[in-house]
Every structure is written in structure tokens, then in C-alpha cells.
């Protein structure tokens, strides 16, 4: 991911907050009141898209009649899935964002848990945890900047050849994003969908 003329890397903290200032200041990330209702709304989107992929996958296996296969809209609904759940996340710190790549950067300053300048995985985090997810690793990260990569190829590619793979993808990937950031929201003391 190219920005300010120089590539970013979400491993390391100091990069992400460069990145989450420049869209602050670019105001594609602006800073606004916690807003439950608001991120009840992204959260409620999110397991729309959700539920809509599953069933995209659904018909894609069994391909009834004049259904043509659909990879790209199982794609499509799968990242903005895991989009609206990370919109969710920073509405509860209360910031909005208007931008793809500075919801992802700000995602990633707001939800992880540096140490030594560096961002850490999952099995880090899990050393450190109370039991509740509190953060979000940096492998959580790449998956919400990998899902926006294969959906802009998605729906800006000419053929659905290849995207098979990148639909399986978001089979596997999209609900445990999403059920992580409503754990991180309990984890904070906001219960959406009890």
C-alpha cells in the first residue's frame, strides 16, 4: 500500500500513526462523539453482508437453475462485511471514516496493543489477554487490508476467472473478523445482539 510516497507497513506502530495522522489531517478520518447508535448500525450491516454471502455461497455450490455463479458478489459482500465492523469499532472510539485505507490504518492505531514499537500477532495477544478480546492483532489487520485488495480486483477485474480462491477466502475469514470486533465492543461493555 502506497501513501506519501512511500510504502506503509502495519507492523510497525510508529508507521500507523503516521498513517492515521495523515487521514486525520487529510480529513478522511475526522473525530467525532461516541456514537452507539451509529456503530449498532455498522455492526447490524455488517451481519447483513454476512448473512447475504453465506447465502451468495450457497447458491454458487449448488448452482440452481438460472443462477449464474457469483464469486465476485460473494467477495464483494464478505469485505464490506468486515468493512462495516471496522467502521463499527472506531464509531465506538468515536471517529468516523470516509476512506477505505484510513479505516484500516485507524483501525489498526485505535485497536492494537503495541510493544517495543511493534505491532503484535495473535499468539502474542493471547499471552497478554484476561480472557476477553481486548485488541486486535496485526494478522486482524492484514485481513481487513488483504479483503480490500481482492475486492477491488474483484470488482474492478473483466473476468470472474481466478476469484474462486479469493471467495474462499472470504468464507473463512469474514465471520470470525466480525464476531471478534463485537467481542472487542463487549469487551468494552457495549452489547449489541445479545
Known amino acids: 500500500m502506497k501513501m506519501m510516497g512511500r510504502a506503509w507497513s502495519f507492523a510497525f506502530a510508529s508507521d500507523?500513526?503516521?498513517?492515521f495522522e495523515y487521514y486525520l489531517k487529510k480529513e478522511d478520518l475526522r473525530r467525532s462523539r461516541v456514537d452507539t447508535s451509529e456503530a449498532r448500525g455498522h455492526?447490524?450491516?455488517?451481519?447483513?453482508?454476512l448473512l447475504l454471502m453465506k447465502a451468495i455461497d450457497k447458491f454458487n455450490s449448488q448452482k440452481p437453475d438460472d443462477w449464474e455463479v457469483s464469486?465476485?458478489?460473494t467477495i464483494t459482500t464478505g469485505y464490506y462485511s468486515m468493512y462495516q465492523a471496522a467502521l463499527g469499532l472506531l464509531a465506538l472510539r468515536g471517529y468516523t471514516s470516509k476512506d477505505h485505507d484510513a479505516t484500516i490504518y485507524a483501525l489498526a492505531h485505535l485497536y492494537t496493543?503495541?510493544?517495543g514499537g511493534k505491532i503484535?500477532?495473535?499468539?502474542?495477544l493471547k499471552l497478554l489477554s484476561d480472557g476477553k478480546e481486548r485488541y486486535l492483532a496485526l494478522d486482524d489487520v492484514k485481513k481487513l487490508a488483504d479483503a480490500k485488495g481482492k475486492?477491488?480486483?474483484s470488482?474492478?477485474?473483466y473476468t470472474l476467472s481466478g476469484l474462486e480462491a479469493d471467495a474462499k477466502f472470504f468464507i473463512e475469514q469474514a465471520e470470525p473478523f466480525v464476531n471478534l470486533t463485537l467481542e472487542i465492543a463487549g469487551a468494552e461493555g457495549y452489547a449489541f445482539f445479545g
Open 120 to 124: 503484535l500477532p495473535r499468539e502474542a
Open 151 to 153: 475486492r477491488s480486483k
Open 113 to 115: 496493543q503495541p510493544v
Open 16 to 19: 500507523v500513526k503516521a498513517a
Open 71 to 73: 464469486p465476485d458478489w
Open 155 to 157: 470488482s474492478y477485474g
Open 43 to 49: 455492526f447490524y450491516m455488517a451481519r447483513h453482508n
